[in-house]
């Protein structure tokens, strides 16, 4: 996004030089566009303003147009949106006229970024959606060709609109398409497509965010900058931002990046990019818990900020109140704090008052449309008066006609009155007969009502009972339901505390086994043995043989201790332990016993990770009963490997006598020691498998010749991990 401003105005300004007709507004044109590129956008715009005079004067409409341009493209880095509006639409117009459309698609392009910055994200993709429209439908095929980085740059643009909408995977779309035809061609776009991609990929928002990609599309475009002696600085931010924030942060890489982006900022004078630059280093700095360094920095981002421009200072104060915490320097930081509220409250007025603003114009085109449509209604105002006047006169006859009947009304009243007053008199002589039958129904009808209130009584009170019963039930329920519940809730943790006191007997239970295999992992006739060996060496004056045999059992018992203080161990480390052990029995007896240790080369040892002390009982078993036996020794054979995803498959060997002669031999220490140990490596297995949910397998084989005689034993061990 910051560098599509640079190749963008590059090409642009260099457009404007070329059409612009007189000497003084080329010059005029070329030192706004060299302001602009080295960002000194003060200085950009007045530069601007001095060709749109110039411009004017020649009242020439292609050169007004490139001027016009010019002055809208510092007014949106400065921010002054009104200005760049006015400017952009009126450099529009003036291309269309023209019939320019090469220079219509920058402009439009170039005015998508005004509102982008404003996050008008719906007129921004209109602007775009149009200059591919004029890319496409208006430029000739052979203008096409020629301008490969206007498509490119249209691409980036797209891209850029696209993720500041959150759509994160359309825009990745339109910006690895953008970077393979910039690759492709070559050009000045390249450096803009790497910077596009890398700020997609380090979007805080974008669910798929990658710093790793991010860092390497920063770094491609870093390496185009110097090999074209370009200004690096916001690049360099930007891959310091990718380095601290890595799954894994790079934080020192991170610092090399912003003090080399401080210096390329220097060379062009870029305050505010210097000052982003120290939030990012305090930023840094907070995490790498150097508070001091951060608070240095911070304090340097204020008071460039304070100076230029609100932008940044709200983040400044941010790491500035994370220093002071860190260093514990309450009061300081209370004051960072309050300072931090004050920039939050003036960005906010800001803010109102920008609402407030277009409230107000909204308002005027209301007013304005208001009082169209009054002027409207005053024109029929006249028909309406007239129409009212009609009225009047037709309500008049009516009430006339009304009271006329009002009359009549009035005659015909009188009339049934005195009618009425004939019937009424006959009715009341009835009545009078009525009123001695009606007492005697009275007295009837107030006996029925009297019996009536007593039955209504009695089922009150009936109904009165049956609700207190109901509610009675209810609370019955409540408390034996309550009951039930705590039954259940004292029955449930009585079953978690028994299934942790299983789990915990478990525990011991393996723990016990690992200290029992500790133990028995090398036998007391083994250690011994050793130790004599060494000792006939010491006496026979064979001091080498006597150090090389000590070294290499300090080595064993070395590496066996190591190996047991955690539940598993790297394959790397029990095969170290696994061959130190064979060797030190293959010197012992004067090296009739030959090994060989095979791992297959897709096996990472240093990844995978075993039970300890797990295949050195199984060895122990085929040197003492496979290979003692025979007179000339034989060879073992380990073999390591991976028959499917997360399984071990260890293959142990032998070419001795074979289990039936063995068990000939009544070797009892020898065969009390073989039982011990691999009983207990059974054991670990089990209480293993139950522990971590895994089933490990041991298989053993006799192997035999041809003929059917015994050629050895192989133990198989087949261990998930």
């Not at 062009?268 to 000052?275: H, R």
């Not at 085929?622 to 499917?644: N, Y």
């Not at 020898?670 to 297995?685: C, H, P, V, W, Y």
Request: aromatic share 10%; hydrophobic share 40%.
């Amino acid at each position: 996004m910051q560098y599509f401003y640079a190749i963008l105005l590059t090409i642009c300004f260099n457009a404007d030089v070329l059409f612009a007709q007189t000497p003084d507004l080329k010059d005029a044109l070329a030192k706004a566009g060299l302001a602009f590129k080295n960002e000194r956008y003060q200085e950009s715009e007045t530069l601007a303003e001095n060709a749109y005079a110039l411009a004017k004067k020649s009242a020439v409409l292609e050169d007004l147009s490139e001027a016009e341009f010019a002055v809208a493209k510092a007014a949106t880095m400065l921010r002054k949106y009104d200005l760049s509006k006015e400017f952009y639409e009126k450099a529009i117009e003036g291309f269309e006229k023209t019939g320019r459309p090469v220079r219509l698609a920058y402009t439009l392009v170039e005015y998508t970024r005004d509102m982008y910055r404003q996050e008008n994200y719906l007129a921004a993709s209109r602007l775009v959606l149009k200059a591919q429209t004029v890319y496409n439908e208006q430029i000739s095929p052979a203008d096409a060709a020629q301008n490969i980085e206007l498509k490119i740059i249209i691409l980036d643009r797209m891209a850029i609109v696209l993720d500041g909408q959150k759509q994160f995977d359309e825009g990745e779309r339109y910006a690895l398409e953008a970077y393979e035809l910039a690759e492709r061609n070559n050009g000045e776009s390249l450096l803009d497509a790497c910077n596009v991609l890398g700020n997609i990929y380090a979007s805080a928002y974008n669910p798929k965010k990658d710093f790793d990609k991010a860092g390497f599309y920063f770094e491609a475009g870093l390496q185009i900058c110097r090999r074209n002696n370009r200004n690096a600085a916001k690049l360099l931010n930007n891959l310091g931002i990718s380095y601290a924030r890595r799954k894994i942060p790079n934080y020192d890489k991170a610092i090399e990046c912003y003090q080399a982006a401080i210096e390329e900022n220097k060379k062009i004078g870029a305050q505010e990019s210097i000052a982003r630059n120290y939030v990012n280093m305090a930023y840094t700095y907070n995490y790498k818990k150097d508070f001091i360094n951060s608070v240095e920095y911070s304090q340097k981002a204020i008071a460039i900020l304070s100076k230029t421009s609100a932008n940044g200072l709200l983040e400044a104060y941010g790491e500035l109140v994370k220093g002071q915490e860190g260093l514990k320097d309450y009061l300081k930081a209370l004051e960072a704090q309050k300072a931090y509220a004050i920039v939050q409250d003036s960005m906010f007025y800001k803010n109102r008052q920008k609402d407030l603003a277009e409230f107000q114009t909204k308002f005027a085109v209301a007013k304005k449309d208001y009082d169209i449509t009054n002027l409207q209604n005053d024109r029929r105002l006249g028909d309406i008066q007239l129409q009212q006047q009609t009225l009047a006169l037709a309500n008049q006859q009516l009430i006339q006609e009304k009271n006329q009947q009002k009359i009549v009304d009035l005659q015909r009243d009188k009339l049934l009155q005195d009618l009425e007053i004939e019937r009424g008199q006959a009715d009341l002589a009835q009545q009078t007969q009525l009123s001695e039958k009606s007492a005697s129904q009275l007295a009837l009808a107030d006996q029925a009502r009297q019996l009536q209130i007593q039955e209504t009584a009695t089922q009150k009170q009936k109904a009165l009972f049956f609700k207190w019963m109901v509610l009675g039930l209810l609370v019955i329920g409540g408390l034996l339901l309550a009951l039930l519940r705590y039954r259940g809730k004292i029955e449930k943790e009585r079953t978690e505390l028994e299934r942790k006191r299983l789990e915990e007997e478990k525990e011991f239970t393996l723990r016990q086994s690992e200290l029992k295999a500790l133990r028995s992992q090398m036998n007391p006739h083994f250690i011994f043995n050793v130790l004599n060996s060494i000792n006939n060496f010491m006496l026979d004056n064979d001091a080498e043989n006597a150090s090389f045999y000590l070294t290499k059992f300090a080595r064993l018992m070395r590496q066996v201790l190591e190996n047991s203080r955690t539940e598993r161990v790297t394959l790397e480390n029990e095969l170290k332990a696994l061959e130190l052990y064979i060797q030190l029995e293959a010197l012992r007896f004067k090296d009739k016993i030959k090994y060989l240790l095979c791992v297959d080369p897709s096996i990472d040892k240093k990844y995978i990770k075993i039970p300890p002390l797990l295949v050195q009982p199984y060895v122990e078993n085929a040197i003492w009963h496979g290979l003692m036996h025979r007179l000339e020794g034989g060879t073992i054979s380990i073999h390591a490997s991976e028959p499917q995803e997360n399984l071990l498959r260890i293959e142990i060997s032998d070419d001795g006598v074979g289990r039936a002669a063995a068990a000939a031999f009544k070797s009892k220490s020898a065969a009390q020691n073989k039982s011990f140990g691999m009983d207990i490596t059974s054991e670990r297995l089990k209480l293993a498998n139950e522990s971590f949910q895994r089933e490990s397998q041991i298989t053993v084989h006799d192997l035999l010749y041809a003929d059917g005689s015994p050629a050895g034993t192989q133990v198989i061990l087949e261990i998930p991990y």
